[in-house]
């Protein structure tokens, strides 16, 4: 037995060795490599689940936050601009409000939207519920709950596929029992699981990361021209979904000079037809859904170089001293995977490596070169880490799977031997293993639907607005996606940004809200300008400010399990507020972001009007005049402000 190991190994290392069933171990030899197509039906039916779970799971609260909607939902934002409300045709580019286009993302997930919505569309079409496209466009705007859903089944689906795609890996070339434990670990995972409920690219992004490793392996197994071409489209459809995708290039030049049997002729395989046929097709699907990026290429360039800046100059509320890798490593692969599964992940990664088996290694390259980009960013979320996931799983349940071998193995020459090595033993040490290793998710994916049997935060803090504002008055806020175009106030968007926040420093100065009738803030901004004080020492003021001047008119913070922010809700002092802001405040606003100062001067300047106070109107429409001289809504109202004033002149040349 120890000779046929270790002929094994040696097999495994050879340049041209195809994929090695790992089911031909010490182990379990007399058991094959699992061919897709040919399970019992208990196999298949332990498959089917898991991905009943896993959808249930990822179904149950979908419409969470509904009809309000607190997530970003970029993707869904930027399909709705295609459709060109109020012009004709379709923009498949469109301009947005705080740049002229966007290029932040790329555009695969753009179009794939559109194309649900159009499916949307024309469904209701034939059916009657809409009968026109501006009635699918008011059905949007009275209630976007069906709209929202939609989209989000969307990212639901491409993580149902990930699961099923991790599946294949895992039992065609590591053996039934990995394939499942794989699939139920992604399936329980409270990030798969919020991510496939949100309007994100990421589970695109993820879905395609996974298809291409497949598709990368089948390329290594059988290096032909048909998957050196669906290799590389894979990764282009990857990088068409979020740019980081491209990192799978470095698998693909890989699993292609695995196959030379030395470095002077893997050097001479770069030019090999099918490798630059396959960086070609990877090319071509990418440029194919993102032809802007060429068109624009200038506008694509500022917008990399911006999301650079904003990069190396740190997102609000991170801490650019401490260690990225280290916040990774410590908080969020734990808290998604659990202290135990790391562990037996960790080690699986130092054993791979000593082991030098390609097909392994092939496994450890895509979430390697993907953890360390994401860790030399300043910028960090737990979703970066999202693509990696899959991959890092079926590395730790190949491990699991092997130490249960090696227990199965060894308790062969004790008492009871004949049940250890016994099929039943196999599935229920396997089952158990499961349980213990998945308690950790199956806690925090129950604490994650408990939170939607509270009320969120944000729901409550409308519901007081509404019984205790009365109608017409003027709301300053944040960014709390707080929606009240539906409600009969006047809101003033205070100007945030979480990556080039210097830029909003001219409008956190609480004398430009004296005539508003409340101003709401909340520990989302708060918390974040407090974590790094020096930084922002120009913007804290404007908190202390609102405590000690202001009236705290309302306060709620979230209880345990309970959605959304703590917040404050303030009312301007009862003194005579100033007839005319003060020069110094003009003039700081006159040298900020143009394009922050035209909305923010034009939407204060009509409140100030409306609220009888003509000077600072005057001052804030002349700034937007100065920004944008061709603003149309500004002369009109300086006219009026002129007439009311009997400075008939001045309305005359405003008209």
Not at 58 to 84: C, K, S
Request: overall charge positive; glycine content about 6%.
């Amino acid at each position: 037995m120890p000779s046929l190991d270790l002929l094994h190994r040696i097999i495994s290392l050879c340049p041209n060795n195809r994929l090695t069933p790992l089911a031909m171990n010490k182990t379990n030899q007399q058991h094959s490599e699992v061919r897709l197509g040919k399970k019992t039906l208990p196999e298949n039916s332990i498959l089917y689940c898991i991905l009943a779970i896993g959808l249930v799971l990822r179904l149950w609260h979908i419409n969470w936050g509904l009809p309000a909607v607190y997530e970003e939902a970029i993707a869904l934002n930027m399909t709705w601009n295609f459709w060109n409300i109020g012009q004709p045709g379709f923009d498949f580019h469109p301009q947005i409000e705080t740049r002229s286009h966007f290029f932040i993302y790329p555009a695969l997930t753009f179009y794939l939207h559109f194309a649900v919505q159009s499916v949307h569309f024309i469904t209701g079409y034939l059916t009657g519920a809409y009968p026109t496209l501006q009635k699918f466009q008011e059905a949007y705007v009275e209630n976007p709950t069906v709209f929202i859903v939609i989209s989000r089944l969307l990212s639901t689906l491409f993580d149902m596929g990930s699961i099923v795609l991790l599946y294949i890996i895992g039992a065609r070339y590591w053996g039934e029992r990995i394939g499942l434990l794989a699939a139920s670990l992604v399936a329980v995972n409270v990030l798969h699981i919020k991510l496939s409920q949100m309007i994100k690219v990421d589970a695109a992004l993820t879905f395609f990361c996974v298809l291409s490793i497949y598709m990368m392996y089948r390329l290594y197994e059988q290096p032909r021209m048909k998957w050196y071409l669906l290799a590389g489209m894979s990764i282009g459809l990857a990088s068409a979904s979020k740019y980081n995708g491209v990192l799978l290039i470095f698998v693909l030049i890989a699993v292609h000079l695995f196959q030379s049997h030395s470095f002077r002729q893997a050097f001479r395989s770069l030019w090999d037809r099918r490798f630059l046929f396959s960086i070609a097709s990877c090319l071509a699907v990418f440029f194919l859904f993102n032809p802007y990026i060429l068109l624009r290429f200038g506008e694509f360039i500022a917008d990399m170089k911006e999301l650079g800046r904003i990069k190396e100059a740190g997102l609000l509320g991170i801490d650019t001293q401490s260690n990225t890798f280290l916040y990774y490593l410590r908080d969020v692969l734990p808290a998604n995977l659990g202290w135990a599964f790391l562990i037996i992940t960790l080690v699986s990664f130092i054993y791979f490596i000593t082991y030098l088996n390609k097909k392994k290694l092939l496994l450890m390259i895509f979430p390697t070169v993907y953890f360390v980009a994401a860790s030399i960013s300043t910028a960090r979320f737990d979703y970066y880490l999202f693509p990696t996931l899959p991959f890092i799983i079926l590395i730790g349940s190949i491990g699991l799977v092997g130490v249960l071998n090696w227990a199965q193995e060894y308790l062969k020459d004790k008492p009871l031997g004949t049940l250890a090595d016994s099929k039943t033993f196999r599935w229920a040490t396997g089952i158990a293993a499961l349980f213990l290793i998945a308690g950790t998710q199956i806690n925090s994916v129950l604490a994650y639907h408990r939170s939607f049997s509270q009320p969120d935060t944000r729901v409550i803090v409308k519901e007081w607005i509404k019984k205790n504002v009365k109608p017409g008055s003027v709301i300053a806020t944040g960014p709390f996606w707080l929606d009240f175009s539906k409600d009969p106030y006047a809101m003033l968007l205070i100007p945030f940004n979480a990556g080039a926040t210097e830029q909003t420093i001219p409008f956190y100065d609480t004398r430009w809200y004296e005539d508003i009738d409340l101003l709401i803030t909340s520990n989302y901004d708060y918390d974040r300008y407090m974590r790094e004080p020096e930084r922002f020492k120009h913007i804290l003021p404007y908190y202390d400010t609102l405590k000690t001047r202001w009236t705290l008119a309302y306060e709620i913070a979230p209880v345990e399990n309970q959605n959304g922010f703590t917040f404050w809700l303030y009312r301007p002092p009862k003194v005579v507020t100033r007839e005319a802001f003060d020069s110094t405040l003009i003039k700081r606003l006159d040298g900020s972001d143009k394009k922050l100062a035209l909305n923010f001067a034009g939407k204060l300047g009509l409140i100030e009007s409306m609220k009888g106070k003509p000077h600072k109107s005057e001052q804030l429409l002349r700034i937007v005049l100065i920004i944008y001289p061709y603003k149309e809504t500004a002369y009109s109202e300086l006219a009026t402000l002129f007439y009311g004033s009997d400075r008939y002149d001045e309305a005359l040349e405003s008209f």
